[in-house]
């Protein structure tokens, strides 16, 4: 019965995974070059936020906020982990 199925196709070129630490690599070390190439920090000078809108931006620095993101990331890879095994080839 197993003879019957067909051979496993290969996949041909590059892994999702693969590509996207490569992209990861060539941003981070783009940042890097302009940081430490220049000499000068990476500041774009934002004008200042409206009141309402600086209340909003400070609750998103909170770390119990990150806390709680990274929590809930975990948590979804854990309950689909085959399935992410399966599709990107973890």
Known sequence: MLAALPA?????GVSPRLFAIGIGTVVGLG???LKFGTG???DFNLPAPDPE???VLAQ???PKLH?????????LAFVFWR????????
């Open 40 to 42: 000068a920090s990476v």
């Open 67 to 75: 806390v709680a993101l990274g929590v809930t990331v975990i948590t």
């Open 31 to 33: 940042f890097a070059t």
């Open 53 to 55: 809108t600086a209340a």
């Open 83 to 90: 399935d992410l095994r399966r599709r990107v080839g973890l």
């Open 8 to 12: 496993p196709q290969r996949r041909t």
């Open 60 to 62: 998103l620095t909170d």
